[in-house]
Structure formats: structure tokens, C-alpha cells
Nanobody, 120 residues
Framework: QVQLVESGGGLVQPGGSLRLSCAAS????????MGWYRQASGKERELVAR????????NYADSVKGRFTISRDNALNTVYLQMNSLKPEDTAVYLC?????????????WGQGTQVTVSS
């Protein structure tokens, strides 16, 4: 069973920065795609950023391009989300996702989430 533990959330002023971390248990991290999602109050969950197993392919939501950076360290089983130039609309619970194919199906695992609040 895979466990994902996020950390690094908190309260930050507009224009500030935060770095989120997600540590994974088990031994499948280096074979899995990792993603950060967010869910604001009353809204649907949305993809923020995704990175493939070796870090060669990265995708961002249009709303965070140029401000957020996803990265991973396979030796530490950890994925990061560096968030710069934060805006009030970035306020949400941020969740880490691990996605892996093990025939005959895909598996998804989720962390418990970490709250990010951008406010003056």
C-alpha cells in the first residue's frame, strides 16, 4: 500500500512563495507519474502540475504556468511544487497524486492534502 504525505502548506501574502513536498512510501515511486491537484472550497478538484517518472515530461495548468514548478527526487521518493507569485485565487487544499500502471489497470493514490491560503 502506498502512502503519500504532503507538507509545506500555510498562510502567505499575495506575491509570496511556498514549497510543497510530498513523500511517498513503498518502492514504486520511481516508476510512477506524480501530480499536484488542488481543490478550492465549493469547486471541483483540478490538476495543477504533473511530472512523468523520469522528469522528462511536465505539464502545468494554464493558470499556474510561469509561476509554479514541479520537480521530483526519485532517490528520496519525493515530489515538490515550488509556488511563486502566489495569488488569492491559488487558495485551496493541495493534494499529491501518484499514478501508475500495473497490468491490467491504472492505480491512483492520494495524499490527505495540505492547505494553502493566500491572503493579506
Amino acid at each position: 500500500q502506498v502512502q503519500l504525505v504532503e507538507s509545506g502548506g500555510g498562510l502567505v501574502q499575495p506575491g509570496g512563495s511556498l514549497r510543497l513536498s510530498c513523500a511517498a512510501s513503498g518502492n514504486i515511486f520511481s516508476s510512477a507519474s506524480m501530480g499536484w491537484y488542488r481543490q478550492a472550497s465549493g469547486k471541483e478538484r483540478e490538476l495543477v502540475a504533473r511530472i512523468n517518472p523520469d522528469g522528462s515530461s511536465i505539464n502545468y495548468a494554464d493558470s499556474v504556468k510561469g509561476r509554479f514548478t514541479i520537480s521530483r527526487d526519485n532517490a528520496l521518493n519525493t515530489v515538490y511544487l515550488q509556488m511563486n507569485s502566489l495569488k488569492p485565487e491559488d487558495t485551496a487544499v493541495y493534494l499529491c497524486n501518484l499514478n501508475i500502471f500495473r497490468a491490467p489497470r491504472w492505480y491512483n493514490y492520494w495524499g490527505q492534502g495540505t492547505q494553502v491560503t493566500v491572503s493579506s
